[in-house]
T-cell receptor
Framework: AQTVTQSQPEMSVQEAETVTLSCTYD???????LFWYKQPPSRQMILVIR??????QNATENRFSVNFQKAAKSFSLKISDSQLGDAAMYFC?????????FGTGTSLTVIP | GAGVSQSPRYKVAKRGQDVALRCDPI?????LFWYQQALGQGPEFLTY????????KSGLPSDRFFAERPEGSVSTLKIQRTQQEDSAVYLC?????????????FGPGTRLTVT
């Protein structure tokens, strides 16, 4: 079964500090993609960062980076220099073929 | 340019009623996905279209759920004889390609409440 587990329902971080959100997944496929999506209170989800499973190099997008451990099936998101606008629900997802599997989300609070 | 839009944004239905939820994807996007998001949960895959072809409907929870995309653009998700467990936010997403690596662009969702 394809599953995605986010073990931290809620996290908080001080503005300008760094926070790491955890994600593990389970798949029997060797070729797949991993994503982090952000869902602000308005509910429109947007892509934060994407990682191809065949690439060993960790993806980075400005203040966002991932720590991808393929053998451990772990895909954590690091947010550096946290900003108030980073407050949102964050969903980890992976896809195989045309199906996408999402975790239950981590609610991130940024403290001014 | 316009993003993905969904209508209505909110829908209240009495148990047993039929509902139709509309998704307008980004123009030219090949792929279209429907998801169901229950309160406090992540989105769960319902169905996938590549142009007008429904290639995967394995996530539809029952035969009361039906989706179509007849001209390869606008899509409608229909739920017949709604039940209380159908209450959720229904998200639509479109993507410019048909491979999994392509970013999905999500709509704002339709919040369905069945009373």
């Amino acid at each position: 079964a394809q599953t995605v587990t986010q073990s931290q329902p809620e996290m908080s971080v001080q503005e300008a500090e760094t926070v790491t959100l955890s994600c593990t997944y389970d798949t029997s496929e060797s070729d797949y993609y991993l994503f982090w999506y952000k869902q602000p209170p308005s509910r429109q989800m947007i892509l934060v960062i994407r990682q191809e499973a065949y690439k060993q190099q960790n993806a980075t997008e400005n203040r966002f980076s991932v720590n991808f451990q393929k053998a451990a099936k772990s895909f954590s998101l690091k947010i550096s220099d946290s900003q108030l606008g980073d407050a949102a629900m964050y969903f980890c997802a992976h896809n195989t073929g045309n199906q996408f599997y999402f975790g239950t989300g981590t609610s991130l609070t940024v403290i001014p | 340019g316009a993003g993905v839009s969904q209508s209505p944004r909110y829908k209240v239905a009495k148990r047993g009623q039929d509902v139709a939820l509309r998704c307008d994807p980004i123009s030219g996007h090949v792929s279209l996905f429907w998801y169901q998001q229950a309160l406090g949960q992540g989105p769960e895959f319902l169905t996938y279209f590549q142009n007008e072809a429904q290639l995967d409907k394995s996530g539809l929870p029952s035969d009361r759920f039906f989706a179509e995309r007849p001209e390869g653009s606008v899509s409608t998700l229909k739920i017949q004889r709604t039940q209380q467990e159908d209450s959720a936010v229904y998200l639509c997403a479109s993507s410019p390609g048909w491979e999994g690596r392509w970013e999905q662009y999500f709509g704002p969702g339709t919040r369905l409440t069945v009373t």
